[in-house]
């Protein structure tokens, strides 16, 4: 059905003005990131009169900007390395298997999602110190991998339903077994799925502020939103011009993982895969 020209052009400038919203906070960082802090407090928004890089320099050599980077970093990393090594055994069972119980472990996943983290943060903090995981990247990283599991486990599923089981049970019969089978088989044309759970990870770790704020007490161990955080309310000001660049340059590892992993997570899975 066509649409009509109208319509059309309705459409688009709708899409147009949702670009723009979408846009407008990341443009609005970089023109402040290049501007002094006198002309960002004259002007909050507006193009720079004089292009200066002190609030790169400010956070890259009087603040601990890049330590923050580095841990940002490594509990994003082990999160996705965790979260795939959990979720998709568990993805696969619930795709191939049927098992007592099953409809009843699917409703859990879904409920988790409908409760705030916050509600558990005071139980999570005792537990924590218990067992010795506050202050530590171990702590942190189990955190932000028991939020992403649900979702996880609910997407590789809906990825590994979408495989032909004839392709495991012909790998079975040339004598692969089971978990042989998942990773020589299944996994690769799972990639797009696993990508997704990797990028839906990552993004959750790296965003995450306030358990990063509440695990992790010491300086040397935050993370970049804690970091960020520490902008505000210094001197009873808001430092517009520092927290800018380090906000700007703190979005170019997600905005990169994503362009990077977009056309696996369109791509067809199974295209190809039985002749």
């Given at each position: 059905?066509?649409?009509?020209?109208?319509?059309?052009?309705?459409?688009?400038?709708?899409?147009?003005?949702?670009?723009?919203?979408?846009?407008?906070?990341?443009?609005?960082?970089?023109?402040?990131?290049?501007?002094?802090?006198?002309?960002?407090m004259s002007s909050?928004?507006?193009?720079?009169?004089?292009?200066?890089?002190?609030?790169?320099?400010?956070?890259?050599?009087?603040?601990?900007?890049?330590?923050?980077?580095?841990?940002?970093?490594?509990?994003?990393?082990?999160?996705?390395?965790?979260?795939?090594?959990?979720?998709?055994?568990?993805?696969?069972?619930?795709?191939?298997?049927?098992?007592?119980?099953?409809?009843?472990?699917?409703?859990?996943?879904?409920?988790?999602?409908?409760?705030?983290?916050?509600?558990?943060?005071?139980?999570?903090?005792?537990?924590?110190?218990?067992?010795?995981?506050?202050?530590?990247?171990?702590?942190?990283?189990?955190?932000?991998?028991?939020?992403?599991?649900?979702?996880?486990?609910?997407?590789?599923?809906?990825?590994?339903?979408?495989?032909?089981?004839?392709?495991?049970?012909?790998?079975?019969?040339?004598?692969?077994?089971?978990?042989?089978?998942?990773?020589?088989?299944?996994?690769?044309?799972?990639?797009?799925?696993?990508?997704?759970?990797?990028?839906?990870?990552?993004?959750?770790?790296?965003?995450?502020?306030?358990?990063?704020?509440?695990?992790?007490?010491?300086?040397?161990?935050?993370?970049?939103?804690?970091?960020?955080?520490?902008?505000?309310?210094?001197?009873?000001?808001?430092?517009w011009g520092p927290?800018?660049?380090?906000?700007?340059?703190?979005?170019?590892?997600?905005?990169?993982?994503?362009?990077?992993?977009?056309?696996y997570l369109v791509?067809?899975?199974?295209?190809?895969?039985?002749?």
């Amino acid at each position: 059905m066509r649409m009509s020209p109208a319509k059309r052009i309705l459409l688009n400038l709708v899409a147009a003005v949702y670009v723009v919203i979408l846009v407008f906070p990341v443009v609005f960082m970089f023109l402040n990131a290049i501007r002094s802090e006198g002309e960002i407090m004259s002007s909050p928004v507006g193009l720079p009169h004089v292009v200066t890089g002190e609030n790169f320099r400010e956070i890259f050599q009087e603040s601990t900007f890049m330590a923050n980077l580095r841990n940002s970093f490594a509990v994003s990393g082990l999160t996705v390395l965790l979260t795939i090594l959990v979720t998709t055994p568990a993805g696969y069972a619930m795709s191939r298997f049927r098992f007592r119980g099953k409809r009843l472990f699917s409703t859990w996943l879904l409920a988790t999602q409908a409760f705030p983290g916050i509600v558990m943060v005071l139980g999570v903090f005792m537990l924590f110190r218990t067992y010795g995981l506050l202050n530590s990247y171990l702590g942190l990283v189990i955190m932000h991998t028991s939020f992403s599991i649900p979702f996880s486990v609910w997407l590789l599923k809906g990825f590994f339903d979408r495989i032909p089981v004839a392709l495991e049970e012909a790998a079975m019969i040339d004598g692969c077994g089971r978990a042989h089978a998942l990773l020589r088989i299944v996994a690769p044309l799972a990639v797009p799925g696993l990508l997704g759970v990797g990028t839906f990870s990552f993004l959750l770790s790296w965003n995450e502020f306030f358990f990063a704020l509440v695990i992790n007490r010491a300086d040397a161990l935050f993370t970049l939103p804690v970091f960020l955080s520490r902008f505000l309310g210094v001197g009873g000001m808001v430092r517009w011009g520092p927290l800018c660049a380090a906000a700007l340059l703190a979005t170019v590892p997600a905005l990169v993982l994503f362009m990077l992993g977009q056309r696996y997570l369109v791509s067809g899975l199974t295209g190809g895969a039985v002749k």
